[in-house]
């Protein structure tokens, strides 16, 4: 019994030393300034080389300005395979970075305002395997190309820093932990921290750009006399002055069919062409209803091979033969496309170099996907459903959507965005003007009907305003080239169908309210682009038209 006591002991000391054993040899510190500075984030105001900083470069407080470089070194014990090895030493080397990155804790005042767990892309896998210090510029007026950059946006505008960091003194403090996933979330004990007094310089915003802007004559709507919370609008108008909210260029706001409220920003106006980008989708949704109803189409059930001579292209297989109508519009074809994963064949950054982007589309493998059930945002997708339409279609798609759509909606000034054949192009690029893309939000809601003529019927709507993922919980929904998303405002929820484009742009239709809402932006491939634009809707747009204490 003793014997089997004593063997029991040394196994599990064996057993633990094997597991705060290093994985991998890290760089050695040399550095006297990060010797003196172990397990600490430092702050600096400009970009200066390891070799070269000392202890007066290194920032207890600053002014804070955003045009200003703002950068952290981190300085750590051991490099961050190795604070993963400890948390797991089941898994090995590749493994560990590829469910593992840095965990990162934004505290304002000592309240904690954003926790993320890194993208396990992000970053060199050399670096974490080996480096014991590392640099990120949070702000950088070389717009450095850095995920520590996105990593400030999502903290700043997209998760309430910029609220938290109003004008006055802050204390910021930043927390770096190691995280794996495993079955579940495991994550580490602190590498590194820092903190930083910052002063916000209160900014100079005249009482004019805070004004709700008046509704000017001739807009083509009628203009709502409903009552409003003005103080809400303002308070939105200072955020944008102030550039809380950034890169704004139009809000409009339809209340029982009446233009309730319409303001321009950042040189944008009532003339001003929106570019706003996948809006066009949409688009595409409600063309392929209308040439339906008029007997061009059979139905969204129809497969490709009724359109294409599909063994005539690559990746020839019976099951693209099966590719629907419906599934090009739900994004659930099943093509090898995904314009999230950058290493997707049919990434849509791989479409746009080519000189045929039909064929290109055509081309594509198929996956595993049974289609119809796996979501996957494919712009290249709706790129070959509006083929189908221009070939489908009397005169083309062109001409179709302005006599079928835009001359019935009162639209005359637009531009499209054309593919190398140069037809239009339904992957996005449709421009107007923000009160005519309101008006096709209106269309939607008033059920197909504009001006007493049925423009697509109201079946259409219904199949478009259905969400087809509901399992899917990575998103809230999506349906005929539409999102679904809901916002709450107190204790109610308010669910919405609506056209969403690249840097923030939106036309939300609401299903329960007789509201539609227009914003558009160019806060193009900016992390902040579309939360923001939710917060608006959330937290200023609704509050200031549904309340109950209006002013």
């Known amino acids: 019994m003793k014997s089997t006591l004593i063997s029991f002991f040394i196994f599990s000391s064996l057993f633990l030393s094997a597991q705060s054993k290093d994985l991998v040899t890290p760089e050695k510190i040399e550095s006297s300034i990060q010797k003196k500075n172990l397990n600490t984030i430092v702050f600096l105001n400009q970009q200066i080389p390891l070799e070269n900083l000392k202890d007066v470069d290194i920032l207890k407080k600053m002014t804070f300005l955003e ?37 990162f804790s934004f505290y304002v005042d000592g309240k904690l305002i954003y926790a993320e767990n890194l993208n396990t892309g992000a970053g060199t896998a050399d670096s974490k395997k080996f480096k014991t210090t590392f640099r990120i510029p949070l702000i950088s007026t070389r717009n450095e190309d850095s995920w520590g950059r996105y990593l400030w946006m999502r903290f700043y505008q997209s998760h309430d820093g910029i609220d938290a960091l109003t004008s006055g003194n802050h204390l910021l403090k930043i927390e770096i932990r190691p995280y794996l996933r495993t079955s579940e979330v495991k994550t ?54 102030e550039e809380r909210f950034k890169d704004l260029t139009s809000i409009i706001v339809v209340k029982n ?26 688009f595409a949704s409600a063309l392929t209803g209308i040439a339906i109803q008029e007997g061009y189409l059979k139905s969204e059930d129809q497969n490709l091979k009724a359109f294409y001579n599909l063994k005539s292209y690559q990746h ?5 033969d099966s590719v629907t109508l419906k599934s090009l519009l739900t994004m659930s074809s099943g093509f090898e496309g995904n314009d999230q994963d950058s290493d997707s064949p049919g990434n849509e950054e791989n479409m746009y170099p080519t000189d045929n982007w039909v064929k290109f589309t055509l081309n594509l493998p198929m996956t595993e996907n049974k289609i119809g ?6 712009t290249a997708g709706v790129v070959l459903t509006g083929d189908i339409l221009d070939q489908s279609v009397p005169k083309g798609l062109k001409d179709y959507a302005d006599r079928k759509l835009f001359q019935l909606l009162g639209i005359s000034t637009y531009k499209w965005q054309f593919t190398p054949q140069q037809k239009p192009s339904l992957a996005g690029g449709l421009r107007m003007k923000a009160l005519d893309f309101a008006k096709f939000g209106q269309l939607y809601k008033n059920n197909g009907v504009w001006n007493g003529k049925s423009i697509i019927n109201t079946a259409w709507i219904d199949k478009s305003f259905s969400n087809y993922f509901t399992e899917n919980t990575d998103f809230e929904g999506y349906g005929y080239l539409f999102w679904r998303k809901v916002y709450q405002v107190g204790n109610q929820q308010y669910e919405t169908y609506q056209c969403s484009g690249n840097g923030g ?18 806060a193009y491939n900016k992390p902040y682009a579309h939360p923001q634009a939710d917060k608006i809707v959330q937290d200023y747009l609704l509050p200031a038209i549904l309340m109950s204490n209006q002013k």
């Open 505 to 522: 742009n939106k036309i939300i239709v609401f299903k329960d309210i007789p509201v539609v809402i227009v914003i558009t932006a160019k």
């Open 316 to 320: 020839y297989s019976s099951k693209k």
């Open 67 to 103: 045009d200003q470089d703002f950068d952290i070194r981190v300085f750590m014990d051991n490099s961050l395979l190795n604070y993963l090895h400890k948390l797991d030493p089941s898994f090995t080397e590749a493994e560990l970075l590829q469910r593992g990155n840095y965990q």
């Open 373 to 378: 059930k796996t979501w996957n945002y494919f």
């Open 188 to 241: 580490g004990n602190l590498i590194a921290s820092g903190e930083i007094n910052l002063l916000v310089p209160q900014k100079n915003i005249s009482q004019a750009q805070i004004a709700v802007q008046p509704i000017q004559r001739n807009s083509g709507w009628k203009v709502s006399k409903d009552k409003f919370n003005t103080e809400k609008i303002k308070l939105l108008n200072k955020k944008i002055a």
């Open 257 to 282: 069919q009446k233009l309730i409220l319409e303001e321009y920003f950042n040189q944008s106006g009532r003339d001003s062409l929106q570019d706003t980008r996948s809006v066009g989708k949409s």
